[in-house]
């Protein structure tokens, strides 16, 4: 499991196979894919709603380049 305190400027490719929580602060994440296999990405729960500010924000073009099995954007 891995807490994500502080914002991710930009990732080509991030593949989550744990658990992924944000932290309880505004945070974004910037990727051009973001793979979850067998895992999680939380932003807040039910019970526990997320009241901060997350921003979430997935790279691409028309000519992004496509992936086996899981097609381009």
Do not use: C, W
């Not at 999680?40 to 979430?56: C, K, M």
């Amino acid at each position: 499991s891995v807490l994500l305190d502080v914002s991710v400027p930009y990732v080509y490719m991030m593949v989550i196979q744990g658990n992924l929580t944000f932290d309880r602060v505004d945070l974004a994440l910037n990727a051009s894919y973001i793979f979850i296999q067998g895992g999680s990405l939380t932003v807040g729960t039910e019970a526990e709603p997320f009241l901060q500010r997350a921003v979430i924000t997935l790279h691409g073009s028309p000519v992004s380049q496509e992936i086996p099995v899981y097609g381009a954007k």
